[in-house]
């Protein structure tokens, strides 16, 4: 049974930084394309980036072009989402998904940024 969990969510300001985090556990990950999600209230779910099972090719929505770097740790089965410059309406509750198709969704971590 696949399980994602994400981390590293929280309140920053304007300008500021976060990290996500999203641990894979009970599924052998590292040949499948993985990515973010992220939905704010009342508006449904907008793709952010997607990373290779290699880490070698990564996709990014406009919006977060040149802010964001996805990336990813096989030896620690574990996705990452380094956030800079961030911006008020990066406030969403993010998720990190799996496979190209994104069968399986994470429970999300809220971002804020005020």
């Known amino acids: 049974h696949v399980q994602l969990v994400e981390s590293g969510g929280g309140s920053v300001q304007a300008g500021g930084s976060l990290r996500l985090s999203c641990a894979v556990s009970g599924y052998t990950y590292n040949n499948y394309y993985m990515g973010w999600f992220r939905q704010d209230a009342g508006k449904g779910p907008e793709w952010v980036s997607t990373?290779?099972?290699?880490?070698?090719?990564?996709y990014y929505a406009d919006a977060v072009k040149g802010r964001f770097t996805i990336s990813r740790d096989n030896a620690k089965t574990t996705m990452y989402l380094q956030m800079n410059s961030l911006k008020s309406e990066d406030t969403a509750l993010y998720y990190c998904v799996l496979g190209v198709s994104a069968s399986t969704w994470g429970q999300g971590t809220q971002v804020t940024v005020s």
């Open positions: 990373i290779s099972g290699d880490g070698n090719i990564t």
